[in-house]
């Protein structure tokens, strides 16, 4: 395993909390009626983390003006982004910072998204990982679905799929993985429940041993 690409949330970090407020601090300023009773909360957000923004924003906002639906999703990514960026709180998983340091030393670091463009910026910056992740893509910049993002990161770098791993937390993770065409290691401690999995690891940490 030389090149390690990862998810970002439930893998790197939970920012749910965080974000379920930025949300609904949007939605509440938009004030759209069909949404006057919604609420966001973590918990349905651990369910919507890991697919494409559109979708995230189908699934809680339903059947609303197709315009007003894109414009209260940028306001809720707009303010997240600012929820986040003021956040002194530490969101990242146990040992998550020193187990990538510890990776970069002899690992190719990634990160593949199914974010919003800016948020890997934002992550790297926030917790610490600027000069270990080597190349990076998401939906919000491509607007291709994960496989096809993680193909691109791979084409761009050179990575063979034998010495290359997707870490996620996420059945669409997994997915995306073998349609990709690389082996998927599932962080048991994330959103998800992955079934078939190449590899499992309960913490971050246990990358260490297994990479």
């Keep these: ?98 187990t990538l340091h510890k990776l970069s030393k002899n690992h190719n670091l990634f990160i593949v998204s199914n974010c919003q463009d800016g948020y890997i910026e934002l992550v790297i910056r926030k917790t610490g990982l600027t000069g270990l992740i080597k190349d990076f893509e998401c939906f919000g910049r491509t607007e291709l679905q994960k496989d096809e993002n993680i193909k691109l990161v791979m084409e761009r770098n050179g990575l063979e799929p034998l010495d290359t791993v997707y870490i996620g937390d996420t059945m669409g993770d997994c997915i995306a993985t073998k349609k990709a065409g690389i082996k998927f290691v599932f962080a048991e401690y994330g959103f998800g429940d992955v079934p078939e999995k190449d590899y499992s690891i309960k913490t971050i940490g246990e990358l260490l041993s297994l990479a």
């Design 1 to 98: 395993m030389k090149n390690l690409i990862f998810d970002i949330d439930g893998t790197l970090w939970n920012t749910t909390g965080v974000v379920a407020g930025a949300w609904n601090k949007a939605i509440a300023k938009m004030a759209v009626p069909e949404l006057a009773r919604l609420t966001v909360t973590a918990d349905m957000l651990k369910k919507e983390f890991g697919k494409p923004m559109d979708v995230i924003a189908d699934d809680l906002f339903g059947d609303i003006d197709a315009g007003v639906k894109a414009e209260l999703l940028s306001l809720c990514c707009e303010y997240e982004q600012a929820a986040l960026s003021e956040c002194d709180e530490d969101l990242t998983y146990e040992g998550m910072n020193d």
